[in-house]
C-alpha cells in the first residue's frame, strides 16, 4: 500500500525526543496519516473467533489447514494474509502448537526484518529496531517475563539469525510500542500490531488527534480494489501547520497524579504536559456534590469514595463471576450512598454509573439503565475532549439504551449526538458509523411517528418487541437487532 505523507514530518521535540507534526492546516476529522502494520497478530484468547487477516470478528471462521491455529473469513483473506502467515504456519506446524502473542508478534516482525529490512517503503518514517524499547527500565517481574519469551521464542524459531540481545529488543519495542486492534465494531480488543509511523507521534492528555483501525475491504471481485487494514491518525479539531502531532496512551478519565503513573509503568516516561502540570480537571473528578451553596463534610466525602472504591472492587468480582443480578444490587446500594454526596462528574460516580447502565442494559432493565447512562453521558461531557472517541462511544450506547426503552426523543438526540462525534474520529465509511447513520435514520422516522400519535408509536414498538412486525415499526427490529452487539456479556 503507497501511503501519503505530506501531512507530516519527522521532528525534534527536544525533551521528548523524535515526534511528528503537520506540515499543513488541519481540520477536524481529517485523515492526518494512514499505516498499515509492519506485523499484527490476534490474541490468543479469540484465535478461533477473530479473522487473522482483517480482524474483524465472526462465526464460522474457515481454519488453516496447515497449521490448525490461523482462522480466517475466507478464501480471499487467507490468501491476502499468506505472506505474513507463511513462516508461521510451519513454525507451528512443527512445534505442535501456536505461542503466545507476544512470541508471535515478535517472530512476524523479525521475520519481516529479515525479508524486508526494518523499513519496508518510502513513506515509512522510521526503521522498527530504531524504535524505543526501555528494557534497561523494565522492573524485575517484566524482566522475568521478558526471559521467558525470549526463551520460548528460540524454541519456536531456532533458526533466526539474531542473538538474545536484539530478539529482547524486539520484545520491547513491542511491549512499548504495541497497538491494540479492535474489532470491526469498535468494541472489543481482539488482537495487537506494530505500526512504526504511529510509534513516533507523542502522547498527550488532552490531545489534537485519535487513533482508529480501518480494517480494510477484501470484497471486491478484483483484488486490485482490494485494500488492506491500517490505522488512521484522525484530526480532532483544526492543527495548526507545524503543531505537533499528539495521540493520547491511557484514558484521560483518571486524575493526573494516576495518568502519570500509568505512563510511568508502561511507557516509561513522566508526562509534564498542560493537563497534568495543572491538574486539568482533577478537581472535578473527585468532587464532592454542592447543594444550595452547602457541601458534605470531607470525613463523609473521605467515607463515601472509600465505600466505593470497595464496592467497585465487589462489582468487578460479580461480573467476572458472571453474577449480573448482583452486580446490579451492589450498584443500586452505591449509588444510593453516592448521589447525595458526590458531584456528577466524580469518578467512582461514574464508574459504578457505567457498570450498572451495561449490566442493566443486558439484563434487557431498560428504562433504568437508560436513566444510569444518562447521568453518566452528562458527567462525561464536562470532563472528555468534545470530540473523543470514549465520549461518542458513551453516547452512542446510551442512545441505544433510550431508544430500547421507549425514550425515543432522549435516545435520538444521543444517536445524532454520538454520530456527528464519530464522524469525526473514526469517518463515514468505518462499520460504527454506518451503524450509527442506519440507527439514526430510523430513530428519525420513529420519533416523527410519536409526534404524530403517541399511542400509535407505543402500540406499534410494543408490537415489534414481541417479534409481531407492524409497519414501519418491523424494520426497527433489524436494526435493534444489529446492536444487540452493545450489550455483552463480559
Excluded at 159 to 187: A, M
Excluded at 290 to 303: A, M, Q, R, Y
Excluded at 404 to 431: D, F, R
Aim: charge should be negative.
Amino acid at each position: 500500500m503507497t501511503l501519503d505523507m505530506d501531512n507530516v514530518e519527522v521532528f525534534d521535540t527536544g525533551v521528548k525526543g523524535r515526534g511528528l507534526r503537520t506540515t499543513k492546516n488541519l481540520c477536524a476529522g481529517e485523515v492526518v496519516l494512514a499505516e498499515p502494520s509492519f506485523a499484527a497478530v490476534v490474541f490468543d484468547s479469540l484465535s478461533q473467533q477473530v479473522c487473522h487477516s482483517c480482524f474483524r470478528r465472526q462465526a464460522n471462521l474457515h481454519r488453516c489447514a496447515q497449521c490448525k491455529f490461523a482462522h480466517y473469513c475466507d478464501r480471499t483473506c487467507q490468501t491476502a494474509c499468506w505472506d505474513e502467515h507463511k513462516l508461521e504456519c510451519g513454525a507451528i506446524k512443527k512445534n505442535g502448537k501456536a505461542p503466545n502473542e507476544n512470541v508471535r508478534l515478535a517472530a512476524r516482525v523479525l521475520w519481516r526484518i529479515q525479508k524486508d529490512t526494518g523499513i519496508v517503503s518510502d513513506s515509512q518514517l522510521t526503521s522498527v529496531d530504531q524504535l524505543e524499547d526501555h528494557v534497561a527500565d523494565m522492573p524485575t517481574d517484566n524482566l522475568e517475563e521478558l526471559k521467558i519469551d525470549v526463551h520460548n521464542f528460540l524454541n519456536y524459531c531456532p533458526n533466526i539469525r539474531h542473538g538474545v540481545e536484539y530478539i529482547s529488543h524486539i520484545f520491547g519495542i513491542i511491549n512499548c510500542n504495541g497497538f491494540t486492534l479492535s474489532d470491526q465494531r469498535g468494541l472489543q480488543a481482539v488482537g495487537v500490531g506494530l505500526f512504526p509511523n504511529l510509534c513516533l507521534v507523542n502522547h498527550d492528555c488532552w490531545p489534537n488527534c485519535t487513533v482508529i483501525l480501518n480494517h480494510g475491504n477484501q470484497s471486491a471481485l478484483n483484488a486490485t480494489f482490494h485494500s488492506k487494514r491500517r490505522i488512521e491518525l484522525r484530526a480532532l479539531g483544526k492543527i495548526a501547520e507545524n503543531e505537533e502531532l499528539t495521540v493520547g496512551y491511557v484514558d484521560f478519565l483518571n486524575v493526573s497524579t494516576d495518568r502519570q503513573r500509568a505512563l510511568k509503568h508502561q511507557y516509561h516516561f513522566d508526562c509534564t504536559c498542560k493537563s497534568c502540570s495543572k491538574n486539568l480537571k482533577d478537581d472535578l473528578m473527585m468532587a464532592a456534590k454542592e447543594t444550595e451553596g452547602n457541601k458534605p463534610s470531607d470525613e463523609l466525602v473521605k467515607e463515601v469514595q472509600e465505600l466505593s472504591l470497595e464496592c467497585l472492587a465487589k462489582v468487578e468480582a460479580a461480573r467476572t463471576a458472571g453474577d449480573f443480578h448482583e452486580v446490579v444490587k451492589l450498584c443500586r446500594e452505591c449509588l444510593d450512598k453516592q448521589e447525595p454526596v458526590l458531584a456528577d462528574t466524580h469518578l467512582y460516580q461514574l464508574r459504578m454509573l457505567s457498570a450498572a447502565s451495561e449490566v442493566l442494559s443486558y439484563l434487557k432493565f431498560f428504562s433504568e439503565a437508560a436513566e444510569y447512562s444518562r447521568r453518566m453521558v452528562e458527567g462525561y461531557m464536562k470532563l472528555y475532549h468534545p470530540n473523543n472517541a470514549q465520549l461518542g462511544m458513551a453516547t452512542m450506547r446510551a442512545g441505544v439504551t433510550h431508544w430500547h426503552a421507549g425514550l425515543i426523543e432522549v435516545g435520538h438526540g444521543m444517536i445524532c449526538k454520538a454520530y456527528a462525534i464519530l464522524m469525526i474520529t473514526h469517518g463515514p465509511n468505518h462499520p460504527i458509523t454506518k451503524d450509527l447513520e442506519s440507527m439514526r435514520m430510523q430513530t428519525e422516522m420513529e420519533q416523527r411517528i410519536f409526534k404524530q400519535n403517541e399511542c400509535v408509536y407505543h402500540s406499534m414498538r410494543e408490537a415489534a418487541l414481541q417479534n409481531k412486525p407492524m409497519g414501519m415499526m418491523a424494520e426497527a427490529v433489524s436494526v435493534e437487532d444489529n446492536v444487540k452487539a452493545l450489550f455483552h456479556k463480559q
